[in-house]
Every structure is written in structure tokens, then in C-alpha cells.
């Protein structure tokens, strides 16, 4: 599968239309609808936002940078969606957001999953990311598994 990863708009219908089935997804992993402590990614705290797009131009997967500091981000809103897993897309979209977040000056990446996501967290081990304790929001969060990563 061909795959291009590019910058949108956090508000574009495809990215909406993503985060939708992520969430709904995530609500019938967990049991639940309340999945986010702290405040939720917006237009406003995202740093940058990709949609990557198969060969024929269809949105197949999404990802975001949330800056924690100077030096740090959170990946945010990972998604590839079901029927395009396995073909490469987190891949291309986790190497964009790396590469974006060196741009920006980022040198740590991190992230948050859970225990309900194995296919996650075997995907970020894979990749270099590394068990951490539970950082900011997800501290006192018994379902948060964070995960981070040196870049450059």
C-alpha cells in the first residue's frame, strides 16, 4: 500500500472523521466513554496533525504532536483504521511525527496507551519506545501505560 502523510487542519472532515472511529474503538475496548483525563486534544493545543492517505486518496490513518515543554511532546490520536492495519500506515505516520517534532526542536517524544491496546504498545516497543512511569494527566491513572522515546 502507498501511503502519504501530510499536514491538515485538526478540523478537517477526514482527521474528525478519524478521531470518531478511534474513539469509538476505544469506548468498546474500555467499556467506557470517559477515556481522557485532562484536557483533550484540540486545534488549539496541537502542535501539528497528519492524515495519511492510500494511493487512492482515501484518509487511512491520523496522528498529532501536543507539545509538553521545550524539548518534549505527546503523540496524540494515533489511529490507523482497521482495514489498513498491518500494511505499514503507523509506520509512516510515526516516522512523519518524529520527524516533525525534530523540526519543532522536540528531543523526547511520549505518549500514553492502556492495557486494553496490546497491538499498541507491541507497535511502540517495536519502534523504540520504552515503558516510562505515567507522566502528567495520566500519573494517578491505573490504565495508563506511557511509553517515550529519545529522538536525534
Known amino acids: 500500500m502507498l501511503i502519504e502523510v501530510k499536514i491538515e487542519d485538526w478540523d478537517s472532515a477526514d482527521g474528525m472523521r478519524l478521531r470518531e472511529e478511534q474513539r469509538a474503538e476505544l469506548d468498546a475496548r474500555y467499556g467506557c466513554d470517559d477515556h481522557e483525563p485532562g484536557a483533550g486534544p484540540s486545534a488549539e493545543n496541537i502542535a ?77 516497543e517495536r519502534e523504540g519506545y520504552r515503558r516510562i512511569a505515567n507522566f502528567g494527566v495520566y500519573r494517578r491513572e491505573p490504565l495508563s501505560r506511557c511509553f517515550a522515546r529519545h529522538l536525534g
Not at 50 to 75: K, N
Request: aromatic share 6%; glycine share 12%; hydrophobic share 50%.
Open 48 to 124: 501539528v496533525f497528519l492524515v495519511a492517505r492510500d494511493r487512492g486518496g482515501r484518509a487511512v490513518g491520523c496522528g498529532g504532536l501536543r507539545l509538553l515543554g521545550a524539548a518534549s511532546a505527546e503523540i496524540k490520536r494515533m489511529y490507523v483504521v482497521p482495514e489498513a492495519r498491518g500494511a505499514g500506515v503507523s509506520v509512516a505516520v510515526l516516522r512523519e511525527l518524529e520527524a516533525a517534532a525534530l523540526r519543532l526542536g522536540v528531543r523526547i517524544l511520549k505518549l500514553e496507551t492502556g492495557p486494553a491496546q496490546p497491538d499498541a504498545i507491541r507497535f511502540y
